[in-house]
């Protein structure tokens, strides 16, 4: 059973292009986020959502637009893709916003922009 | 400014050897520490974490890292490294959300 999982794994698209990101977890945690790798394997936070409410969004173009429909969901949707949005997105939960740190990660949707 | 540095990007060790990953960071705060290690195309996996008390915390993989106040640093060790431990090693500070390094590639040669 994957604690954290996220489809699709890979995503082939051209500019212009509008795409979604799916993740769920079955741990029960309260807290869910999103996280990009560049190709510089950089990591940094997106957004994080804590009971369904968005608690952080770290200057992400409005372009992203996270929606959690409960809290065991946490869905991406990106519009107007760009060549620069190329990267690995990464799911990640922790039990709560508390336990920030202690992060339960996915295996990452890795989106190629063409 | 919140940073997190990791000297090495690349690191290589014979199975057996010894390894020491660096981590420097900077922060307000008492800061919370964290390593993570990644696998190639997995996601990341917490290896330990330190919040406070004893500053040599032991984590999985029989991986250890201690916190040095004085030196704002924060590495991980591990005795004797195993060819499953190729992998890239990120350290992380943070509270309510976590700033990581840039990452330490580790090579391991039989």
């Known amino acids: 059973d994957t604690a954290v999982s996220q489809t699709p794994k890979y995503l082939v698209t051209q500019m212009g292009n509008d795409k979604s990101i799916k993740c769920e977890q079955n741990l029960g945690h309260d807290t869910m986020y999103w996280y990009k790798q560049d190709s510089k394997k950089f990591l940094k936070i997106m957004f994080s959502y804590n009971n369904k409410e968005l608690i952080i969004n770290e200057t992400v173009p409005n372009r992203f637009s996270p929606k959690s429909p409960d809290k065991a969901h946490l869905n991406l949707h990106i519009n107007s893709l760009e060549l620069g949005d190329s990267a690995v997105y990464f799911c990640?939960?922790?039990?709560?916003?508390?336990?920030?740190?202690?992060?339960?990660f996915g295996e990452g949707s890795r989106l190629t922009v063409l | 400014a919140q940073s997190v540095t990791q000297p090495d990007i690349h690191i290589t060790v014979s199975e057996g050897a010894s390894l020491e990953l660096r981590c420097n960071y900077s922060y307000g705060a008492t800061p919370y520490l964290f390593w993570y290690v990644q696998s190639p195309g997995q996601g990341l996996q917490l290896l330990l974490k330190y919040f406070s008390g004893d500053t040599l915390v032991q984590g999985i993989k029989g991986f250890e890292a201690e916190f040095k106040r004085s030196q704002s640093s924060f590495n991980l060790r591990k005795p004797s490294v195993h060819w499953s431990d190729a992998a890239e090693y990120f350290c992380?500070?943070?509270?309510?959300?976590?700033?990581f390094g840039t990452g330490t590639r580790l090579q391991v040669f039989p």
């Open positions: 992380a500070v943070g509270t309510d959300k976590l700033i």
């Open positions: 990640a939960s922790s039990y709560n916003i508390q336990s920030s740190g202690e992060l339960f």
